[in-house]
């Protein structure tokens, strides 16, 4: 059964930091591109970094370039998502999802976690 599983979320203070792990079951990840969303109360979701499978990464979103950085270990299966200097308003839900072509698009990824809560508030 094919499954992303996402972890490492939780309550961090302003300027904190955390790393999520999107942990892949049932198939593959070196054939896969993974995609960071998240969703925030009341927003739609958005992407916030992606990384191919040819370790080509990029930020989806501009409030976080030079805070979050993407990362992919195929040999244990897992993606990364390492977040410093985290602000409020970066809580939300945060969804990993895997795609078999080369881009991020919300519309257009194959697999979804269920996603985990970051919570950034003093």
């Known amino acids: 059964q094919l499954q992303l599983v996402e972890s490492g979320g939780g309550l961090v203070h302003p300027g904190g930091s955390l790393r999520l792990l999107c942990s892949v079951f049932?198939?593959?990840?070196?054939?896969?591109?993974i995609g960071w969303f998240r969703q925030a109360p009341g927003k739609e979701r958005e992407g916030v970094s992606c990384i191919t499978f040819n370790d080509d990464w990029t930020n989806l979103s501009d409030s976080v370039k030079g805070r979050f950085t993407i990362s992919r270990d195929d040999a244990k299966n897992t993606a990364y998502l390492q977040m410093t200097s985290l602000k409020p308003e970066d809580t939300a839900v945060y969804y990993c999802?895997?795609?078999?072509?080369?881009?991020?698009?919300?519309?257009?990824?194959?697999?979804w976690g269920k996603g985990t809560l970051v919570t950034v508030s003093s």
């Open positions: 049932g198939f593959t990840l070196e054939h896969y591109t």
């Open positions: 999802a895997a795609v078999t072509g080369s881009t991020c698009l919300r519309d257009g990824m194959d697999y």
